[in-house]
T-cell receptor, first 114, second 114 residues
Framework: AQSVTQPDIHITVSEGASLELRCNYS??????LFWYVQSPGQGLQLLLK??????LVQGIKGFEAEFKRSQSSFNLRKPSVHWSDAAEYFC????????????FGTGTRLTIIP | ETGVTQTPRHLVMGMTNKKSLKCEQH?????MYWYKQSAKKPLELMFV???????ENNSVPSRFSPECPNSSHLFLHLHTLQPEDSALYLC?????????????FGAGSRLTVL
């Protein structure tokens, strides 16, 4: 069975600083990878997804992620964070195209300090 | 109204009560999902419906009873719950067999069992 690990439970960065959130997955074939964001009191919103092709994918709100097969990773990055980026971020893996049963990580809570 | 709407947003119930959570999607999707989100744990998939038919029951206790009368509505009937069932219950929808693998989530129903 597939699994997702987000090793950082909580990250604090200064506004304007760069950000990288880590995600590692376990799956024997090519996975379908996602990053979702959850603001307080809200549901999950899709930031970006990787299905195939270019391993560097661009998402909404200035986020990007890079799929590295050799490292089984799909880390999320943003060059300069804004206070509104404070939220919880979830990495997820899907294993079958057309099957939306995703496996989620435990999430990384991002705090932004002035 | 657009997106995925969940009601109520907050629910407090005793262990002997019967209550229901409602989810409605206005996206024309064919698949709907219930997820459970507990603190410090990954999202847990509970049920999946495709074209009103249940296609997944992830070993959920019978005190949780889903109902999907049509592709736009999904209910979760709750009966004799336990305090450990307190969590955020998230509804999601997707295109189903289109291969999109993209879930659209509602804001969730926060359940507290006393």
């Amino acid at each position: 069975a597939q699994s997702v690990t987000q090793p950082d439970i909580h990250i604090t960065v200064s506004e304007g600083a760069s950000l990288e959130l880590r995600c590692n997955y376990s799956y024997g074939a090519t996975p379908y990878l996602f990053w979702y964001v959850q603001s307080p009191g809200q549901g999950l919103q899709l930031l970006l997804k990787y299905f195939s092709g270019d391993t560097l994918v661009q998402g909404i709100k200035g986020f990007e992620a890079e799929f590295k097969r050799s490292q089984s990773s799909f880390n999320l990055r943003k060059p300069s964070v804004h206070w509104s980026d404070a939220a919880e971020y979830f990495c997820a893996v899907g294993t079958t195209f057309g099957n939306e049963k995703l496996t989620f990580g435990t999430g990384t809570r991002l705090t932004i300090i002035p | 109204e657009t997106g995925v709407t969940q009601t109520p947003r907050h629910l407090v119930m005793g262990m002997t009560n019967k209550k229901s959570l409602k989810c409605e999607q206005h996206l024309g999707h064919n698949a709907m999902y219930w997820y459970k989100q507990s603190a410090k744990k990954p999202l847990e998939l509970m049920f999946v419906y495709n074209f009103k038919e249940q296609t997944e029951n992830n070993s959920v206790p019978s005190r949780f009873s889903p109902e999907c009368p049509n592709s736009s509505h999904l209910f979760l009937h709750l009966h004799t719950l336990q305090p450990e069932d307190s969590a955020l219950y998230l509804c999601a929808s997707s295109q189903g067999d289109s291969g999109a693998n993209v879930l659209t989530f509602g804001a969730g129903s926060r359940l507290t069992v006393l």
